[in-house]
């Protein structure tokens, strides 16, 4: 063999040692980052992280959620349409809320939906009308929402839900461009995600009951407690409690609320910030 040859064949020793050492390292990384080999627990060591939410600014959620939930002392997400009443009229009650420890977070400033994605949406005028519009207008309504509530909390960190659980706008999808802004979304399917560490955050699955009571939330709750490995997040999304719309009576309401109170070894109740901050520390 030629020096050259001997060369250029210790050339090409040394780029493919480089390159197994390479392509090894990220294998060895994803291998210790998979979920099962993380040790990782809730806060207290509770079996299951609940996060309660709030959607649209409702003032039934001022009169009956917020004095229910600050009477136990449990933590919940407000995800603020910032065109709406409360906001207009109430804003102080929401300022209180974020001082308390509440999250305010962001459902957009007009709660722009598809009036096409399902039935009985009639109710989506044509300015509101995701399938009128583009991605990139929702991505600045939704980033001017995020200036808003800043405005309000002072707060830069914030999670988000989207109207009526819709992700397309003029057939494109939003999400993609809005997720940079949160460190967390919830999205309308599912309610128990099993393993938050194998879940991408800015997915997270919720159940959004309608007309339930006492024991079927309680159920959910319970069950999803019961299934739990240590790892799983209930997320419940609610709209009026005892009025507005798409609600739950507030007696319903309020045995969820003290259910949850009463098993602190078993729910960490938090905001969904706080859970999903938690994780991410993690
Ligand atoms: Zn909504």
Redesign the pocket.
């Known amino acids: 063999m030629s020096r050259r040859a001997r060369q250029r064949l210790a050339f090409v020793r040394v780029v493919l040692l480089a390159l197994v050492a390479f392509c090894g390292a990220p294998r060895a990384d994803a291998q210790s980052q998979r979920p099962s080999d993380t040790p990782f627990a809730w806060p207290g060591g509770a079996r299951i992280a609940v996060s309660l939410s709030y959607?649209?600014a409702l003032p039934s959620q001022l009169n009956h959620a917020l004095p229910a939930l600050d009477a136990l002392g449990l933590k919940a997400s407000f995800y603020l349409?910032l065109a709406s009443e409360t906001v207009a009229k109430r804003l102080p009650e929401w300022r209180a809320a974020a001082r308390t420890g509440h999250e305010l977070g962001n459902?957009t400033v007009f709660?722009p939906c598809s009036r096409t994605a399902g039935p009985g949406r009639d109710w989506v005028t044509p300015p509101r009308d995701l399938d009128r519009t583009t991605a990139a207008a929702v991505r600045d309504e939704i980033a001017t929402a995020n200036a808003f509530l800043h405005a309000i909390d002072g707060r830069t960190e914030r999670t988000f839900t989207a109207?009526?659980g819709d992700v397309l706008a003029g057939g494109e999808p939003f999400l993609p461009l809005v997720k940079p802004m949160f460190v967390a979304i919830k999205v309308s399917e599912g309610g128990v995600t099993a393993d938050v560490l194998a879940q991408d955050l800015h997915a997270i699955g919720s159940w959004a009951p309608v007309n339930a009571d006492a024991d079927a939330l309680i159920g959910f709750v319970e069950r999803a407690a019961a299934g739990s490995n240590g790892r799983a997040l209930a997320s419940i999304i609610l709209h009026g409690i005892g009025g507005d719309y798409l609600s739950i009576p507030v007696d319903a309401h309020q045995r969820l609320l003290r259910h949850l109170a009463a098993h602190p070894q078993r729910y960490w109740v938090a905001t969904f910030g706080d859970v999903a901050r938690w994780v991410r520390r993690r």
């Open positions: 959607d649209d349409t459902h709660h109207p009526c």
